[in-house]
């Protein structure tokens, strides 16, 4: 069964930098984007940032911290986040928007937990 799994989320200060990873396993599929959302209590699930073969989307509220990345050879997906801020705090998710439908995302991870304190 193909399924995506985070992990690198944690504690972390106001300032302070984390490096997500989304890993692909079971069946290899076909992509048109990958995409990292995030949603906190009480509201929806907000997009973080997306990547296709030959480019990339951010939230304006992460422009310039957070850098989404792909190793193909690994099947993984990577955010990096620096500069952290407290309103940075949620869950953290990826996502796979898969053939033939664009721009919906099927393909969705567990979840990881990113707290930044200040």
């Known amino acids: 069964q193909v399924q995506l799994v985070e992990s690198g989320g944690g504690l972390v200060q106001a300032g302070g930098s984390l490096r997500l990873s989304c890993a692909a396993s079971g069946t290899i599929f076909s992509v048109n984007a990958m995409g990292w959302y995030r949603q906190v209590p009480g509201k929806q699930r907000e997009l973080v940032a997306i990547i296709t073969r030959v480019s990339t989307v951010y939230a304006d509220s992460v422009k310039g911290r957070f850098t989404i990345s792909r190793d193909n050879a690994k099947n993984t997906v990577y955010l990096q986040m620096d500069s952290l801020k407290p309103e940075d705090t949620a869950v953290y998710y990826c996502?796979?928007?898969?053939?033939?439908?664009?721009?919906?995302?099927?393909?969705w991870g567990q979840g990881t937990q990113v707290t930044v304190s200040s």
């Open positions: 996502a796979a928007d898969r053939p033939p439908i664009l721009g919906v995302y099927d393909l």
